[in-house]
């Protein structure tokens, strides 16, 4: 059976819980707006329930620590097709009962450690891929001021980054306003240099760059060209370390402005 929810990690927890109830790991669960009609399986609608899902979120807390609770929210956030199955049934191995030879570990860290198992490989694999675009972002994220002084840097990113990487650049840009824009998602995040937060909003943010920023761009680019050595230049490398689809926002090689 599938279970589908709202696309929330509330109602994605509170299908864990009904579908743990009803089905035990043989269930798979599912967005309802991913879900593809192609199928003879059955299906079940499930509203997200507050309390039920905090039931489960502590649960994971409990055996997993706050490590592991913030490693499932990542992989929640992945673009991946099947993340809420991979999820959901690497939770079933987080909550089944005490190993008799490994009783004094606690339940999540024997999880961790079973490499072999091809559920904790696929939720592994998923984590990775979340955690290393999150890191090629610290490095590929440009910023460009605005005429009201606040920094504004677009993103499109593959995952759902933006509230993971957003206390980052609160703490390196300290008391400094700015704003990052998720272009594929229209989820924008802020800081008044005191405090940030994100959400979603119906239409892309009208900006108004300040007038010496397409100057500072080129200066940017021409330092980019400048300090290049010709004779070492590897296109290939380049992708390998920034890959084509990350260019769109990067003015030392397209001018979107």
Request: charged residues 30%.
């Amino acid at each position: 059976m599938f279970f589908l929810h709202d696309n929330t990690i509330e109602g994605f927890l509170t299908c864990v819980f009904e579908a743990y109830r009803r089905e035990g790991v043989a269930a798979r669960i599912c967005a309802a707006e991913r879900f593809g009609q192609l199928t003879i399986e059955e299906t079940a609608a499930i509203p997200a329930d507050p309390d039920k899902a905090e039931r489960v979120a502590r649960g994971i807390l409990r055996r997993t620590g706050r490590d592991g609770w913030d490693n499932v929210q990542r992989v929640f956030r992945t673009a991946c097709a099947d993340k809420d199955t991979v999820i959901y049934r690497y939770l079933a191995l987080v909550f089944q009962g005490p190993d008799p030879h490994t009783a004094a570990l606690p339940r999540g860290g024997r999880v961790l450690s079973r490499f072999a198992d091809p559920r904790v490989i696929a939720f592994n694999d998923l984590l990775a891929k979340f955690n290393h675009e999150c890191h090629r972002f610290l490095g590929l994220t440009r910023f460009r001021e605005t005429a009201s002084g606040v920094l504004y840097a677009p993103i499109a990113p593959d995952h759902d980054i933006l509230e993971t990487i957003l206390p980052h650049f609160a703490d390196r840009l300290n008391g400094f306003p700015f704003g990052i824009y998720d272009t594929s998602r229209k989820f924008l995040g802020l800081s008044d240099g005191r405090e940030y937060r994100a959400g979603k909003i119906s239409s892309d943010p009208e900006i108004e760059l300040a007038q010496n920023e397409i100057a500072f761009q080129a200066l940017w680019k021409r330092y980019y060209d400048d300090i290049a050595v010709e004779e070492r230049k590897s296109e290939k490398r380049r992708r390998a370390f920034m890959p084509e689809r990350y260019w769109k926002f990067l003015p030392e090689i397209k001018n979107d402005l």
